[in-house]
């Protein structure tokens, strides 16, 4: 009888380890798989950026870049003396009525601030008509380039939202901001990002100027200076 108590009680014991290992097993492929669905969302993110047509910024594009895409020399030659340009409707200008506009914005362009720009003027933006500039517009103020995502991507799909991005920026809060959404700023990579945040708490823009000018020259301030706001 003791003999077949103690078999029983092995037998339990065996079926008890082998749902355990089961479990632990289920978990573990619960999680692989949890792994695998972020590499590939990430990927996916990845792969709409890539697709997105690039268009060039018109003040960080080098002499080169601007030759390759069909400007004349003399053409060229204003771009980089008259940098930075402090809007669109400036460089707009300066290329006066002898360029077809309508393809050149396909390849370079200076973004709009999607808070302040009157909606007549994201009809520049290529592909953007009466009823997407007034969708730009409707969701104002945008307090990061996520909402702009959110927003407008009711009507669009990702890879067009992508495409967007190319002309537009979202101005942030120097005390508040996240990193993301500063490295969301037209040409403000990693490392001025992290000087960005180095001199927190801001107490004017007077001292972001100060401090941000160690960095870089007035042209290229005069640029970061637009992306940039402070709460009153």
Do not use: W
């Amino acid at each position: 009888m003791r003999k077949f108590t103690k078999l029983v009680l092995g037998v339990a014991l065996l079926s008890i380890m082998g749902i355990a290992c089961k479990q632990a097993k289920e978990g573990d492929n619960a999680k692989e798989a949890a792994v695998e669905q972020t590499e590939t969302k990430a990927e996916e993110s990845e792969t709409i950026v890539t697709k997105a047509e690039r268009v060039l910024n018109a003040n960080l594009a080098t002499e080169e870049e601007l030759n390759a895409i069909g400007l004349s020399s003399e053409t060229v030659a204003q771009i980089l003396e008259n940098r930075p340009f402090l809007s669109m409707n400036d460089f707009d200008a300066l290329l006066g009525a002898e360029v077809d506009k309508e393809e050149l914005y396909k390849k370079v362009f200076v973004p709009f601030n999607l808070n302040t720009t009157v909606e007549a003027y994201f009809k520049m933006i290529p592909g953007v008509g009466d009823r997407m500039a007034h969708e730009f517009e409707e969701y104002r103020p945008y307090t990061s380039i996520q909402q702009f995502r959110r927003e407008i991507g009711k009507y669009v799909d990702e890879e067009e939202v992508a495409r967007y991005e190319n002309y537009v920026f979202v101005p942030v809060e120097l005390n508040t901001a996240s990193e993301e959404d500063i490295k969301a700023l037209p040409g403000v990579g990693d490392r001025m990002a992290h000087e960005f945040e180095e001199y927190r708490p801001y107490t004017s823009m007077a001292q972001f100027r100060k401090e941000i000018g160690k960095y870089v020259d007035d042209k290229e301030l005069a640029r970061l200076e637009r992306f940039v706001y402070l709460k009153e």
